[in-house]
């Protein structure tokens, strides 16, 4: 026992003789060994990969109004699934009855005042005529001007008439596209014409968007360049390609913020969806460019 104790006391010792030869102590060592694994680490990232955060995402699809008018009647409520094509609200047709109402007036208007106007033409265009030799004077009438001039202006209002039709048709607003619902106006709500009462998005992401460090040069990023997903793994393995990347530095969505709740800032990077994966729609994603992209 005593044996064992000399021997571990002897190669303490020569191990402090080491370390006084290399001016140097355990901590320093250790503190040396991670700081050189951390360079290589890192020299290795830049030649290797770069890699960000990101987000799934979707565009959803706005349905405006075409007309004026306000909501009589809701199919649908925030959250639920509709096919495309499903009744999402009814406008009401009370403003287009109205106008409608107006243009048949001004049409019955209008057919009265031509048979008014053709009547005093041929009556005023009789005194004309030679009583003598009840031949028409060499004047041209104008009877067919006064004519296409009433034939136009009806015209006009024929047109109204049938958009008018068209809009009364249009009042049920119908998904122009299968998703969930993520807003929808409610009943007795006014609604001005382009004015978007519902909006629909997919059920699952159709894009990826990436924010790579505010001092990447955007010339650099190449449209077409393959993309991967590394976290989370069964997120997919399929390698996705740039669309597009924006113009701007922008803030990128709060799921991305850090451990601080720091809002982040970085240049957004669009990025397709593999095919066969299905993202959810703000999914937290890791993806990495290579670095030859960036």
């Known amino acids: 026992m005593a044996n064992l104790r000399d021997s571990w006391q002897s190669?303490?010792?020569m191990v402090d003789r080491v370390?006084?030869?290399?001016?140097?102590?355990?901590?320093?060592?250790?503190?040396?060994?991670?700081?050189?694994?951390?360079?290589?680490?890192?020299?290795?990232?830049?030649?290797?990969?770069?890699?960000?955060?990101?987000?799934?995402?979707a565009v959803g699809v706005d349905h405006p109004a075409r007309i004026s008018s306000f909501v009589v009647k809701t199919y649908v409520e925030p959250g639920d699934p509709v096919d495309a094509?499903?009744?999402?609200?009814?406008?009401?047709?009370?403003?287009?009855?109205r106008e409608l109402a107006r243009v048949d007036a001004e049409v019955e208007k209008l057919l009265?005042?031509?048979?008014?106007?053709?009547?005093?033409?041929?009556?005023?265009?009789?005194?004309?005529?030679?009583?003598?030799?009840?031949?028409?004077?060499?004047?041209?009438?104008?009877e067919r001007p006064t004519e296409a001039l009433y034939a136009e202006e009806l015209a006009v209002l024929q047109v109204r008439r049938s958009q008018l039709?068209?809009?009364?048709?249009?009042?049920?607003?119908?998904?122009?596209?299968?998703?969930?619902?993520?807003?929808?106006?409610?009943?007795?709500?006014?609604?001005?014409?382009?004015?978007?009462?519902?909006?629909?998005?997919?059920?699952?992401?159709?894009q990826i968007v990436a924010y790579v460090p505010a001092e990447t040069k955007p010339a650099v990023i190449a449209i077409g360049a393959p993309v991967q997903i590394s976290r989370p793994a069964f997120a997919c393995?399929?390698?996705?390609?740039?669309?597009?990347?924006?113009?701007?530095?922008?803030?990128?969505?709060?799921?991305?913020?850090?451990?601080?709740r720091f809002p982040v800032h970085g240049m957004?990077?669009?990025?397709?969806?593999?095919?066969?994966?299905?993202?959810?729609?703000?999914?937290?994603?890791?993806v990495e460019f290579p670095r030859a992209v960036l």
């Open 268 to 286: 957004p990077v669009y990025i397709s969806i593999p095919e066969g994966c299905s993202l959810g729609i703000g999914q937290v994603l890791t």
């Open 19 to 57: 370390f006084d030869g290399l001016r140097a102590r355990p901590v320093g060592i250790l503190v040396f060994a991670c700081s050189v694994l951390l360079l290589v680490y890192l020299q290795l990232g830049v030649q290797g990969t770069i890699r960000v955060d990101a987000v799934a995402m």
């Open 237 to 260: 393995d399929r390698t996705g390609t740039v669309l597009r990347r924006g113009a701007v530095v922008e803030e990128a969505p709060g799921q991305l913020r850090n451990v601080f």
């Open 165 to 206: 039709l068209e809009d009364r048709e249009a009042l049920t607003i119908s998904a122009a596209r299968a998703g969930r619902v993520v807003s929808i106006a409610t009943a007795g709500v006014s609604v001005a014409p382009g004015t978007s009462v519902a909006l629909i998005a997919p059920e699952f992401a159709d």
């Open 11 to 13: 190669t303490h010792r």
């Open 112 to 142: 009265r005042e031509s048979k008014l106007a053709q009547a005093r033409l041929v009556v005023e265009e009789q005194r004309w005529l030679d009583p003598d030799m009840r031949l028409r004077p060499a004047g041209p009438s104008l």
């Open 85 to 97: 094509g499903a009744p999402l609200l009814d406008l009401s047709p009370h403003f287009i009855d």
